[in-house]
């Protein structure tokens, strides 16, 4: 039975992590919010669920359903070969997620600083402010972090954890894709400082299924309702 | 052996979460930064580690050392009976466990909207706004969801997840004690309308191992340097 996604239909945001190791794996599955009626279908389990979301993505796996981006990462990767099988080593895999997490959720801060419930423009002058902090010490920060283990890593420097691809690998591309668009000018700088990172990226996007996945309909192209904004006063 | 948790030593913070869950085992755990020199042993271990930790908290069983708040309680949940033990029950109390760190990074960010580089003194009119809409819109709007598991659980409407006391019960616990310290206005307004959260902290309170922490000196007060912070301009 083919998995079913349940996310925003018009952003990448938090889903796109879950889609980009579904695409990986070559697991089935729908995108339900992305179909006819499909954001009421979603509205309605995240009340009615037994075990309720507080917030998409989630995922259901017949009647399994799993809230939190983390979680069900966690829950894909030993299923589909995406994370070591031993157990201190998924557990560090899903340590590096959430950290990845943290990153993300700073991302999105930098241009909502003040509160999800605001526009933009109602932030603007907080929105600068924050987002230099992110710039010139957070990204920097983190992405020495993921060079630092990258480096560290004895089996193979080209992926995060292990000998091979797992789903954190997919994430930090991820994330390096958003910040490519949100933030060009700090991130090619940043970049430029973590020549393994910036190598993990660019393999990532060679693999066949996610090249293909890519290239297709199914991925949303970045915008300005995300968690990566491009506001060209908030890069330099 | 026993554990040791490494967490700076002034604060509640994020590790309280685990000192919770190690005082309700009854393990044996040692606070190193809390000892002679420990927040340097602290510092040595964030940088030689062969899985280094991002930001303490973090925990060294034997060879392994663990990061992340969520990640910590999962693998302390899962061996002291502080989780269910099938998978899906397991990741479901992980997912609240990840509901809970959302809503404690949004009660930080309350009073530091702008970054963690900078004083409170300087972001404090983004605290302003910032605070209002956690008040007013996110501390019921996540105390609502945790009723509405309390609610939904066949089991105990007294636990979060099934029969018996898991991590999360604590670690709900902790964010309405700092709540309570932090929002006292807004979180008294605020329990009145969840009673099954506010019965469970109470509950939680009255547990012979917490209560004989809570009076001990290893319960470090809240005070103005950690995550939870009294800024009676930010409460209403």
């Given at each position: 039975m083919a998995y079913e996604l349940y996310y925003w239909p018009t952003i990448q945001g938090r889903g796109e992590f879950v889609r980009l190791a579904l695409e990986e794996a070559g697991a089935a599955y729908i995108d339900?919010?992305?179909?006819?009626?499909g954001i009421a279908v979603m509205m309605r389990m995240m009340e009615?669920?037994?075990?309720?979301?507080?917030?998409?993505p989630f995922l259901k796996d017949g009647e399994t359903v799993i809230g939190q981006t983390a979680a069900i990462l966690l829950y894909l990767g030993a299923r589909h070969g995406?994370?070591?099988?031993d157990p201190t080593g998924g557990l560090w895999t899903h340590q590096v997620q959430l950290t990845l997490s943290d990153f993300v959720a700073e991302a999105h801060d930098a241009h909502h600083p003040v509160g999800?419930?605001?526009?933009y423009e109602d932030q603007k002058q907080e929105a600068f402010r924050r987002a230099q902090e992110f710039r010139d010490d957070r990204i920097p920060k983190f992405l020495n972090w993921f060079e630092i283990i990258l480096d560290r890593?004895?089996?193979?420097?080209?992926?995060?954890?292990?000998p091979s691809l797992t789903y954190v690998d997919l994430s930090l591309f991820q994330v390096i894709e958003g910040l490519s668009y949100a933030f060009p000018k700090a991130t090619q700088r940043a970049l430029k400082k973590v020549p393994r990172v910036a190598a993990l990226h660019d393999a990532v996007a060679e693999r066949p299924r996610i090249r293909s996945y890519l290239a297709s309909p199914r991925r949303i192209p970045f915008n300005q309702e995300g968690i990566f904004r491009h506001y060209p006063e908030l890069d330099s």
């Amino acid at each position: 039975m083919a998995y079913e996604l349940y996310y925003w239909p018009t952003i990448q945001g938090r889903g796109e992590f879950v889609r980009l190791a579904l695409e990986e794996a070559g697991a089935a599955y729908i995108d339900v919010a992305r179909k006819s009626e499909g954001i009421a279908v979603m509205m309605r389990m995240m009340e009615h669920a037994e075990h309720p979301p507080f917030a998409p993505p989630f995922l259901k796996d017949g009647e399994t359903v799993i809230g939190q981006t983390a979680a069900i990462l966690l829950y894909l990767g030993a299923r589909h070969g995406l994370a070591p099988k031993d157990p201190t080593g998924g557990l560090w895999t899903h340590q590096v997620q959430l950290t990845l997490s943290d990153f993300v959720a700073e991302a999105h801060d930098a241009h909502h600083p003040v509160g999800v419930g605001l526009y933009y423009e109602d932030q603007k002058q907080e929105a600068f402010r924050r987002a230099q902090e992110f710039r010139d010490d957070r990204i920097p920060k983190f992405l020495n972090w993921f060079e630092i283990i990258l480096d560290r890593d004895p089996s193979d420097v080209r992926h995060l954890v292990g000998p091979s691809l797992t789903y954190v690998d997919l994430s930090l591309f991820q994330v390096i894709e958003g910040l490519s668009y949100a933030f060009p000018k700090a991130t090619q700088r940043a970049l430029k400082k973590v020549p393994r990172v910036a190598a993990l990226h660019d393999a990532v996007a060679e693999r066949p299924r996610i090249r293909s996945y890519l290239a297709s309909p199914r991925r949303i192209p970045f915008n300005q309702e995300g968690i990566f904004r491009h506001y060209p006063e908030l890069d330099s």
